[in-house]
Nanobody, 125 residues
Framework: QVQLVESGGRLVQAGGSLRLSCAASGRTFSNSAMGWFRQAPGKEREFVAAISWSGSITYYADSVKGRFTISRDNAKNTIYLQMNSLKPEDTAVYYC??????????????????WGQGTQVTVSS
């Protein structure tokens, strides 16, 4: 079992920055690839970014590429999502997720079997 707790979400103005954190506990965190997803009101949950167990491989949705950076600190059992140049369309609940695989780095939600409760990010125009 893996427990995931996101934090760092808040209200921010367009053009601003935020860093989200996801603290993991339970089974060995460093064996899992991890991902960030988001869900805006009235929309389906969508992939944002993913990172392999070692941190050497990352993958981003086109909508955030160049603005968001995913990273991890296995010693702290934590992953991060640095979000820069935020836009109103980034407003959503952001979820972190742990993959079944140590190396899967991709958008398929079915490949992630543990999810956090989410943290709200609101970007005002």
């Amino acid at each position: 079992q893996v427990q995931l707790v996101e934090s760092g979400g808040r209200l921010v103005q367009a053009g601003g920055s935020l860093r989200l954190s996801c603290a993991a506990s339970g089974r060995t965190f460093s064996n899992s690839a991890m991902g960030w997803f988001r869900q805006a009101p009235g929309k389906e949950r969508e992939f944002v970014a993913a990172i392999s167990w070692s941190g050497s491989i990352t993958y981003y949705a086109d909508s955030v590429k160049g603005r968001f950076t995913i990273s991890r600190d296995n010693a702290k059992n934590t992953i991060y999502l640095q979000m820069n140049s935020l836009k109103p369309e980034d407003t959503a609940v952001y979820y972190c997720a742990a993959a079944r695989s140590s190396v899967y780095v991709g958008p398929a939600m079915s490949r992630y079997n543990y999810w956090g409760q989410g943290t709200q990010v609101t970007v005002s125009s």
